[in-house]
């Protein structure tokens, strides 16, 4: 593992980061049981209730408790930037989005128009803290290659959840939902945010844990200003509106993803690692999700796709298939390392072993339980009075897999930490 140039003395507080990482499995949980509870009705297309319920489930109480924790923890360390004040900062974004996430959830299930209101106020404070803070502290990064697609993530997944929040006001003030919006929010969520990202943080994880190649600071460079002009491009001719430029714009942002991800892809495969861990099993499902999604949503574009099903699939693919798939992956890395650092810090220096803190057996039992949550939810989208809470209760199993999985390593840190100097300090969870 290489991990020359990285300065982890500037790494948070465990707890920082360890929480929302604890935290956000059980949305999922929560996601698979609005689906059980609604049952085969909820799969008749992307806006019913539930679906809307389950999406922002897994999108604000999952993906952003992990991306925004990614980034407090990455940023520092590559750059040796801190944020402001994370130990504030930290739980006022962990529990805007988890409250956020529960109270609009709440809202899209047949809750009152008030809900959607008293959702905004979390979900402002958590955008408002988070983006406005990170674009400040990128921004004085302006030479450094490696953090531009940061710089570009952030910006991007604040305005995607600012028309979000536009929404949700439209909602409290009883007018029509903007279908501009309505079509510009889940694509600059998707592919703004979370893929570039993604991006930013998989140009540090797969050389540091597997071997991988690294390719040239360019390609990250120039993805967050050519990710960001398609989408810009894209919402422009949506409101003149021109649907062929559109279209094409859409076809044009499905390549770049499908070739960015190609370019991982061939890394992974020709990684000197050959050895294949559970981050190398997700990552392998997730980027055959994430070319699968780029590419049904390219032909959806074109109209070579069409009816209520495809949109769920490819929801499903981007979110539970790419985002979810990769997510999970890092995580397998990223917090067992944290543990093993954190505990490198102590008094007594305890000998441990990443390995030590979740066992790879539980790993590779949950990307087999999360490929099987996949496609099964794929049929069940094609069949839904047969398999939808079949699909359900595999989620439910998913996240709760996953959420013990790293629960055990938090444990094992307690216990490491208790061994070594006979009790835990108040920075430990």
């Known amino acids: 593992m290489s991990a020359r140039g990285l300065a982890f003395d500037e790494a948070p507080p465990l707890a920082s980061v360890l929480r929302s990482f604890l935290w956000a499995p059980w949305f999922l949980v929560a996601a698979g049981a609005v689906l059980l509870a609604a049952g085969p009705g909820a799969l008749q297309d992307r806006y019913t209730p539930a679906v809307l319920a389950a999406t922002h489930l897994v999108t604000i109480g999952f993906l952003m408790l992990i991306a925004t924790a990614a980034a407090f923890q990455l940023v520092p360390v590559v750059s040796g930037a801190s944020f402001p004040c994370v130990a504030c900062l930290a739980p006022a974004v962990r529990w805007g989005f988890a409250l956020g996430a529960v109270l609009l959830a709440a809202a899209f299930l047949q809750g009152p128009p008030l809900l959607f209101g008293l959702a905004a106020v979390p979900l402002a404070i958590a955008v408002g803290a988070f983006t406005l803070s990170g674009a400040w502290v990128l921004w004085r990064l302006p030479k450094h290659k490696t953090m531009a697609p940061m710089f570009y993530a952030v910006t991007l997944l604040g305005v995607a959840l600012a028309f979000g929040l536009v929404m949700a006001g439209e909602r409290v003030a009883g007018a029509p939902v903007s279908a501009t919006l309505l079509r510009a929010h889940p694509l600059w969520a998707l592919a703004g945010g979370v893929f570039v990202l993604w991006a930013a943080v998989a140009a540090q994880v797969l050389p540091m844990f597997q071997g991988a190649r690294s390719w040239s600071p360019r390609v990250s460079f120039v993805l967050g200003p050519l990710v960001s002009a398609l989408l810009f491009a894209t919402l422009i001719a949506r409101a003149w509106p021109v649907p062929a430029v559109e279209s094409a714009l859409r076809v044009v942002l499905a390549a770049v993803v499908v070739a960015y ?34 590419v049904v949503g390219a032909f959806m574009a074109v109209g070579l796709l069409s009816g209520l099903k495809w949109p769920l699939a490819y929801g499903l693919l981007a979110l539970m298939g790419a985002a979810a798939s990769l997510m999970s992956g890092m995580l397998y890395k990223i917090v067992p390392f944290l543990v093993w650092l954190h505990l490198q810090r102590r008094p007594g220096h305890p000998t441990v072993l990443m390995t030590s803190a979740i066992s790879e057996r539980s790993m590779r039992v949950h990307a087999a339980l999360h490929l099987a949550t996949i496609g099964f939810s794929l049929a069940a989208i094609a069949w839904p009075q047969a398999l939808c809470e079949g699909a359900a209760l595999l989620w439910i199993a998913d996240g709760a897999l996953f959420g013990a999985n790293l629960f055990t390593a938090h444990i094992f840190y307690q216990r490491v930490s208790r061994a070594s100097t006979g009790g835990l300090s108040r920075a430990a969870l």
């Open 261 to 294: 991800a190609g370019l991982l892809g061939q890394r992974l495969w020709t990684r000197g690692r050959r050895r294949c861990d559970a981050m190398t099993f997700f990552w392998y499902i997730g980027l055959v999700s994430l070319i699968a999604s780029a």
